[in-house]
């Protein structure tokens, strides 16, 4: 499970997103660089602030089953489905298809995460909503693809990243879970209730 599970760790997924964006810019497709930069950050920085409340406050409303909602899962539907979206031919659909992607992404790396048992159903579903609501936002900004886009490229730069990176981990969660205990206003959340 580390293996398939380690594809959507930060240490492989930031690099990957940040090629992905370098080589769209690169090959031209600048509204679907803007489309990435936006669907992969609005992911990863929502998926930030819910962990950072969830670490500081969630406590106080245990019947959630929440503990950290599951940015593996997030970053999976949106890094891996998104760049699957953005690789279908031109046309119709597209939303729909990101959406499929996304979904597909966020089953296999969520199920990854409950097997570990790092995250329960709920950390999953929260993950896999806020991925998946990414990849579409991400494909319906892009628009359709350019004709003149090499797929291949693409499609080459992505496989380098991912295996030059497996394996890594950035440790993100340990980071959070310190910074949320530790920073005003989520400091609020440990005050005594009365």
Not at 1 to 9: L, P, S
Not at 62 to 86: D, E, I, N, Q, R
Not at 161 to 170: N, P, S, T
């Amino acid at each position: 499970m580390n293996f398939v599970t380690d594809f959507a760790d930060q240490a492989v997924a930031l690099p990957l997103a940040a090629t992905i964006l370098v080589v769209l810019i690169a090959l031209g497709w600048r509204r679907g660089a803007v489309a990435w930069g936006l669907g992969v950050g609005g992911v990863l920085g929502t998926m930030l602030v819910l962990k950072l409340v969830t670490f500081a406050c969630i406590w106080r409303v245990p019947w959630t089953g929440l503990s950290s909602p599951s940015g593996h899962t997030a970053t999976a539907a949106v890094v891996y489905g998104g760049l699957l979206a953005l690789l279908l031919p031109r046309g119709g659909g597209n939303t729909l298809a990101a959406a499929l992607a996304g979904g597909i992404f966020a089953l296999v790396f969520g199920l990854t995460r409950l097997a570990l048992q790092v995250h329960t159903v709920p950390d999953v579903i929260v993950g896999a909503a806020v991925g998946v609501a990414g990849a579409v936002i991400l494909r319906r900004l892009a628009g359709d693809r350019p004709s003149r886009l090499s797929s291949p490229r693409l499609t080459l730069a992505a496989l380098v990243v991912m295996l030059l990176f497996h394996g890594h981990r950035l440790e993100a969660e340990t980071r959070i879970r310190d910074l949320a205990l530790n920073i005003w206003p989520l400091t609020l959340c440990r005050a005594p209730v009365r």
